[in-house]
């Protein structure tokens, strides 16, 4: 495979890994036909615009005078990883934005870290719920409001939002964050369309009796069993909420994401141009393209299909602090990450420098 394919296939992957699980994670819509409510976040999902009018990414702010300057970087110790950092793990922050032009700003509705062991192809992800409250800071202290909003808080008050928020993250946990995915939901159903869609599997049958599908239908499900998804169809399975819950929503944007990698690993370079031209205005990430060959035969080891993946809410990873609000158990979560996150090579190389041959050693004459 040429350079440039190879550049074409990893930067398709992380397009459709990001979109297909965080673009579509939004709860409302500002187009829709559905009754008033007296609280925005407890009406259901909306039917969104048809065709090409869903907005792109929120424009990238500038900081406040008085923000905090940018951290001055740690020096890389030696045999560092330029793409594993330190643990030999790929591990990436997605977020999801939910940007209307009704509703601006970097609120961010999904949250998500995806880490890929480039040994043994074993993949794992976790979601932090947009409800989780008392979020740590990485400077000390916690964030008051909802973790959805901890993104553009961080972009007002430091010279490098995503940073601060990945280093926000990685304290929390106690991980590595090497990279960090920004993605808006405008394009999300022209990417699965551009693949011929996506299959899920579902346990048992899901129905949201409130998700208007258009101005003339409400309620929207699927069977158990699989089910073959377009466009349409995705973003409404990784948008409903009403047939469940936030938690169970999550769940299913884990799903999408495993589908959508599947979908694009059965179909090689012959649509990736397509991909990476509709995600020009839908994306932004701190990936180098440098690291493109490099990510492509990581990315092609991931055993998808048994994935670990859990999403950190009530009872067993938080506790409820009244409302809609709950705080995480950190020691759990970690616990959860410290078994499917393992550092593998602690200032390993990707790939593994291949082993000498063994030198046979001469039998004695008899």
Not at 13 to 38: C, D, E, F, N, Y
Not at 212 to 231: D, E, I, K, M, Y
Not at 244 to 263: C, H, I, K, S
């Amino acid at each position: 495979m040429s350079a440039k394919s190879r550049i074409l296939a990893a930067g398709g992957l992380v397009v459709v890994m990001g979109a297909m699980t965080l673009g579509a994670a939004l709860a409302a819509s500002s187009t829709a036909p559905s009754p008033a409510v007296a609280n925005e976040e407890d009406a259901g999902p909306t039917a969104i615009p048809p065709g090409n009018s869903l907005p792109p990414l929120p424009p990238t702010p500038s900081a406040d005078p008085s923000a905090l300057p940018t951290p001055i970087p740690t020096p890389v110790p030696p045999g560092t990883d330029p793409l594993l950092g330190k643990d030999g793990r790929f591990t990436i922050l997605l977020l999801g934005s939910d940007y209307r032009p009704a509703h601006p700003g970097n609120r961010t509705d999904a949250i998500m870290v995806v880490s890929l062991d480039p040994v043994t192809g074993d993949s794992a992800a976790f979601s932090i719920p947009r409800d989780t409250a008392g979020f740590p800071l990485p400077g000390g202290g916690v964030f008051n409001g909802k973790i959805n909003g901890l993104y553009q808080h961080l972009l007002a008050t430091t010279r490098d939002g995503g940073a601060a928020m990945k280093a926000a993250v990685a304290k929390a946990f106690g991980i590595e964050i090497d990279w960090l995915g920004f993605i808006g939901f405008a394009g999300l159903r022209n990417l699965i369309d551009a693949v011929g869609g996506v299959n899920v599997t579902l346990a048992r049958a899901y129905y949201d009796a409130h998700y208007w599908v258009n101005s003339h239908q409400q309620g929207w499900g699927l069977p158990a069993g699989t089910s073959h998804l377009n466009g349409d169809q995705a973003l409404i399975f990784a948008r409903s909420r009403k047939g469940d819950n936030d938690f169970e929503r999550a769940r299913r944007q884990q799903m999408l994401v495993m589908a959508a990698l599947t979908r694009v690993r059965s179909l090689g370079l012959s649509k990736l141009p397509t991909l990476l031209r509709i995600a020009a205005s839908t994306v932004r990430t701190d990936l180098p393209r440098r690291q493109a060959v490099a990510l492509f035969g990581l990315v092609t080891t991931a055993d998808l299909a048994h994935a670990q993946r859990t999403v950190f809410g009530p009872t067993t990873y938080a506790t409820g602090t009244g409302g809609s609000s709950f705080v995480l158990n950190l020691p759990v979560c970690r616990a959860w990450i410290k078994a499917h996150f393992p550092a593998i090579r602690r200032y390993g190389t990707w790939p593994p420098a291949p082993k000498a041959s063994p030198t046979a050693t001469p039998s004695a004459n008899p």
